[in-house]
C-alpha cells in the first residue's frame, strides 16, 4: 500500500479481507461441524487438521486485513472516532441483513424438516456450529458477490 492510499480504499480492503476472514472461518465451523457428526470416524483425523488450517487460515486473513487500519489509526493518519464512509461499508451491513434472511429462511427450511432431523440424534451443539457457520459464510459470501456484480450500481444509487 503506498502513500496514495486514502481511509475510505484502506477501509474497502479490511472490507474485502475481513469478508474472505469470515468466508474461510464459516468453512472452518463446518468441518467442525463435521467432526461432531462423524465422531468415531478414521476421517476425524484429517477434520482436524483442516480445522487447525481453518483456523490459522482466519487468523492470518483477518490480521493482514486490519493491519493497514491500525498501523493509519495509530500513525494518526485517520484521525476521526469514526470510520470513514466507504461504500464497502455500506456493502458489508447489506451483507449482514442479507446474511440474517438467508439463515432465517434455512431456519424456517429447518424447522419444517424437524421430524426428520430429529431421528439423527445429534447433540444440539452440532446444530449451534452449523448456524454459526452459516451465518458467517453467508456474510462473507454475499459481501464477496455484492462487490463483483453489477448490483453495486443499485446500491450506489
Known amino acids: ?22 468466508t474461510i ?17 478414521p476421517l476425524n483425523d484429517y477434520l ?12 492470518a486473513v483477518t490480521f493482514f486485513a486490519m493491519f493497514p487500519v491500525i498501523k493509519m489509526k495509530l500513525t494518526g493518519k485517520m484521525k476521526g472516532k469514526k470510520e470513514p464512509e466507504s461504500f464497502f461499508s455500506q456493502v458489508m451491513i447489506s451483507s449482514l441483513v ?7 429462511f434455512l431456519l ?14 445429534l447433540p444440539p451443539s452440532f446444530y449451534l456450529v452449523v448456524m454459526f ?3 458467517v459464510f453467508w456474510v462473507g459470501m454475499v459481501f464477496l458477490f455484492s462487490i463483483n ?8 444509487d
Not at 503506498?2 to 474472505?20: I, K, L, S
Not at 456484480?149 to 450506489?156: A, G, N, Q, R
Open 1 to 22: 500500500m503506498g502513500e496514495t492510499a486514502n481511509c475510505a480504499e484502506v477501509m474497502d480492503r479490511m472490507n474485502r479481507g475481513v469478508a474472505w476472514a469470515m
Open 108 to 121: 424456517i427450511i429447518l424447522l419444517g424438516l424437524e421430524s426428520r432431523i430429529d431421528k439423527w440424534s
Open 25 to 41: 472461518c464459516g468453512v472452518t465451523y463446518f468441518v467442525v461441524a463435521a467432526e461432531k457428526a462423524f465422531e468415531q470416524n
Open 133 to 135: 457457520g452459516s451465518m
Open 149 to 156: 456484480t453489477d448490483e453495486l450500481d443499485e446500491l450506489e
Open 98 to 104: 442479507r446474511s440474517f434472511h438467508i439463515n432465517l
Open 48 to 59: 482436524d487438521l483442516a480445522t487447525v488450517v481453518g483456523i490459522a487460515l482466519t487468523v
